[in-house]
């Protein structure tokens, strides 16, 4: 994104005036609009028939933020973010309901409180070309996809942002990084259990390559003396100019009160530089679930035939460096007893159905 700095200004945002020179050395202006016309169709499953195909118009996590920071001196800077949400086919949208947060940065690194990615989702998001569209590989890949979720909502996701979390990233060193959140349990006083997220990523970069390992675990979310948990690793490289490769496998396990359910997926990705553009390429599988429930946990059940493969095609064509049109087409083929959905902009949806779309949009950053 193209950051736009504001210096010695005044901004105005519903009613608050906020000086750059009295707040921040630099307060900056960013944002990204993604909007998509969709055709839908899907085929027949095996519990009912297909729902009609459809045309919509879609909104693929249109953002906008600002963002500051204080020079307090010794090599340490007061820093802080807002980030909304926008939505353009119908004009809504939500204040602060991205990522957004209040910390300190220094030689030691960062350290924040806020609404937060976890590092978890953020450690292999970049692989994916078509994140966050409707067709992401977050439609098979963490189980459904949570934009901004506390310790008792969308207790099945592990692609989420976390609220009223604890967030420390490391300084790099010699291309190694951690992140680490805390979920903090402040849903305890009001359950009879004491839910909690902890989610850790470490990070190697060493130009053309990058490998990732993650691991989170939700505790109580599924019920009292309960812990879910996912690990993933992942790795991408650049062959050589406008080449890039990346590939991602990620084990999901889930505990309830009397049951357990665990889930294998790999996902595969080609972008290609072509032309004026970008060839864009993914594949995701979902394995079946292997344990004692056949009642789903999000999209998860256990058995034969509870997996999925999706395939998406695309191209992403650059007007500027900052503008470009985008065309793809996704496919997700469900196994006869698995239901899994577009992780946002989801359909009406049956077990054992195909899901597919093609799609045509443009984004602009700022």
Same mark, same amino acid.
């Given at each position: 994104?193209?950051?736009?700095?504001?210096?010695?200004?005044?901004?105005?945002?519903?009613?608050?005036?906020?000086?750059?020179t009295?707040?921040?050395?630099?307060?900056?202006?960013?944002?990204?609009?993604?909007?998509?016309?969709?055709?839908?169709?899907?085929?027949s499953?095996?519990?009912?028939?297909?729902?009609?195909?459809?045309?919509?118009?879609?909104?693929?996590?249109?953002?906008?933020?600002?963002r500051?920071?204080?020079?307090?001196?010794?090599?340490?800077?007061?820093?802080?973010?807002?980030?909304?949400?926008?939505?353009?086919?119908?004009?809504?949208?939500g204040?602060?309901?991205?990522?957004?947060?209040?910390?300190?940065?220094?030689?030691?690194?960062?350290?924040?409180?806020?609404?937060?990615?976890?590092?978890?989702?953020?450690?292999?998001?970049?692989?994916?070309?078509?994140?966050?569209t409707?067709?992401?590989?977050?439609?098979?890949?963490?189980?459904?996809?949570?934009?901004?979720?506390?310790n008792?909502?969308?207790?099945?996701?592990?692609?989420r942002?976390?609220?009223n979390?604890?967030?420390?990233?490391?300084?790099?060193?010699?291309?190694l990084?951690?992140?680490a959140?805390?979920?903090?349990?402040?849903?305890?006083?009001?359950?009879?259990?004491n839910?909690?997220?902890?989610?850790? +990523? !470490?990070?190697?970069?060493? #130009? /053309?390559?990058? $490998?990732? *390992?993650?691991q989170?675990?939700?505790?109580?979310?599924? %019920? @009292?003396h309960?812990?879910?948990?996912?690990?993933?690793?992942?790795?991408?490289?650049?062959?050589?100019?406008?080449?890039?490769?990346?590939?991602?496998?990620?084990?999901?396990?889930y505990?309830?009160p009397?049951?357990?359910?665990?889930?294998?997926?790999?996902?595969? +990705? !080609?972008?290609?530089r072509? #032309? /004026?553009?970008? $060839?864009? *390429?993914?594949?995701?599988?979902?394995?079946?679930?292997? %344990? @004692?429930?056949?009642?789903?946990?999000?999209?998860?059940?256990?058995?034969a035939?509870?997996?999925?493969?999706?395939?998406?095609?695309?191209?992403?064509y650059?007007?500027?460096?900052?503008?470009?049109?985008v065309?793809?087409?996704?496919?997700?083929?469900?196994g006869?007893?698995?239901?899994?959905?577009?992780?946002?902009?989801?359909?009406?949806?049956v077990?054992?159905?195909?899901?597919?779309?093609?799609?045509?949009?443009?984004k602009?950053?700022?």
């Amino acid at each position: 994104m193209r950051r736009r700095t504001i210096g010695h200004a005044v901004m105005v945002l519903g009613g608050m005036a906020v000086a750059g020179t009295a707040c921040a050395d630099e307060v900056q202006i960013y944002g990204r609009l993604y909007t998509t016309l969709e055709y839908n169709w899907q085929s027949s499953g095996s519990s009912a028939p297909s729902t009609p195909s459809t045309t919509r118009m879609t909104n693929d996590r249109s953002v906008w933020g600002l963002r500051g920071n204080e020079n307090l001196g010794g090599g340490y800077r007061a820093i802080w973010q807002i980030e909304s949400d926008l939505t353009l086919p119908n004009g809504t949208g939500g204040m602060a309901s991205r990522d957004s947060r209040v910390g300190l940065d220094g030689p030691f690194g960062t350290f924040f409180l806020g609404n937060w990615t976890t590092p978890f989702t953020e450690s292999t998001k970049a692989f994916d070309p078509f994140y966050p569209t409707t067709a992401g590989y977050m439609s098979l890949m963490g189980n459904g996809s949570a934009p901004s979720a506390d310790n008792v909502s969308n207790t099945t996701s592990f692609d989420r942002r976390q609220q009223n979390s604890v967030n420390y990233v490391s300084p790099s060193w010699r291309g190694l990084s951690a992140a680490a959140q805390w979920g903090v349990n402040q849903e305890r006083v009001a359950l009879s259990r004491n839910p909690m997220l902890l989610s850790f +990523s !470490l990070t190697y970069t060493a #130009g /053309p390559l990058v $490998l990732t *390992a993650a691991q989170e675990n939700h505790r109580d979310y599924q %019920g @009292n003396h309960t812990e879910d948990n996912g690990t993933k690793i992942g790795a991408s490289y650049r062959l050589f100019a406008g080449t890039v490769v990346s590939a991602a496998y990620e084990r999901l396990r889930y505990q309830t009160p009397t049951t357990a359910v665990r889930r294998d997926a790999f996902y595969l +990705s !080609l972008v290609q530089r072509l #032309g /004026p553009g970008n $060839l864009m *390429a993914g594949v995701t599988w979902a394995g079946n679930g292997v %344990g @004692n429930t056949k009642t789903p946990i999000g999209y998860i059940s256990s058995g034969a035939e509870t997996g999925a493969m999706q395939y998406t095609i695309g191209y992403d064509y650059a007007l500027s460096r900052r503008t470009s049109l985008v065309a793809f087409y996704s496919h997700i083929s469900n196994g006869s007893r698995a239901s899994y959905n577009w992780a946002i902009n989801s359909v009406p949806n049956v077990t054992g159905g195909s899901l597919s779309l093609v799609a045509l949009g443009m984004k602009h950053a700022f």
